[in-house]
Nanobody, 123 residues
């Protein structure tokens, strides 16, 4: 079956960097758009970034533009989220998701989800 496994979360300080990874199995990774979403306690799920199957297209949420970068390695079936200049408001559980079609910022359009990884930014 399809599995998406996130890793790389943790507790960091304001201004630090962190790289999240999402390893996919059970699907033809190179044909899927991949996305990162996050959800903070008491808040709705928020789109963070997404990338097309061939990495030509990418989307970033307004709150992370210029600080976060999404990229993928199709040979390793892995998508990454490089997070720089982290802020307390970036604290959330981060989820990766796979979509058979093109990139989308709408979570409901994704087919598969990982279990999430916690990112906590301390001030």
């Amino acid at each position: 079956q399809v599995q998406l496994v996130e890793s790389g979360g943790g507790l960091v300080q304001v201004g630090d960097s962190l790289r999240l990874s999402c390893a996919a199995s059970g699907l033809t990774f190179s044909t899927y758009a991949m996305g990162w979403f996050r959800q903070a306690p008491g808040k709705e799920r928020e789109p963070v970034a997404s990338i097309s199957w061939n990495a030509v297209g990418a989307y970033y949420g307004d709150s992370v533009k210029g600080r976060f970068t999404i990229f993928r390695d199709n040979a390793k079936n892995t998508v990454y989220l490089q997070m720089n200049s982290l802020k307390p408001e970036d604290t959330a559980v981060y989820y990766c998701a796979a979509r058979r079609r093109g990139i989308s910022s709408r979570g409901e359009e994704y087919d598969y989800w990982g279990q999430g990884t916690q990112v906590t930014v301390s001030s």
